[in-house]
């Protein structure tokens, strides 16, 4: 069973910088592209970025998001990061990794993903 574990979550004031990671278990994900995705409360969770399984290919939700944030995986350790820099109140989020059907990127939606982290909470405050 494929088990996806975010970390690196926390408290950070506007303007700094968290590195999130998602480990995978239970097999290999290199043949999957990889998301991340976040949920404030109240809101619908929301697509942040994504990437082809062979690290490649990016594709982020906006273009401030591309500006700020940075997704990246090592299959050698089948891991997938999310580095998020110059960090705004407004990323205030559960931020979840998963795991698409496919290889390719764009996969902006939920439905299209079929293994999910539990989540990491990211809070940005003074």
């Known amino acids: 069973q494929v088990q996806l574990r975010e970390s690196g979550g926390g408290l950070v004031q506007p303007g700094g910088s968290l590195k999130l990671s998602c480990a995978a278990s239970?097999?290999?994900?290199?043949?999957?592209?990889m998301g991340w995705f976040r949920q404030s409360p109240g809101k619908e969770r929301e697509f942040v970025a994504c990437i082809s399984a062979n690290g490649l290919s990016e594709f982020y939700a906006e273009v401030s998001l591309k500006a700020r944030f940075a997704v990246s995986r090592d299959n050698a350790k089948n891991t997938v990061y999310l580095q998020m820099n110059s960090l705004k109140p407004e990323d205030t989020a559960v931020y979840y990794c998963?795991?698409?059907?496919?290889?390719?990127?764009?996969?902006?939606?939920?439905?299209?993903?079929?293994?999910w982290g539990q989540g990491t909470q990211v809070t940005v405050s003074s």
């Open positions: 998963a795991a698409a059907r496919g290889q390719t990127v764009p996969v902006t939606s939920p439905s299209d993903y079929i293994y």
């Open positions: 239970g097999r290999s994900l290199s043949d999957n592209a």
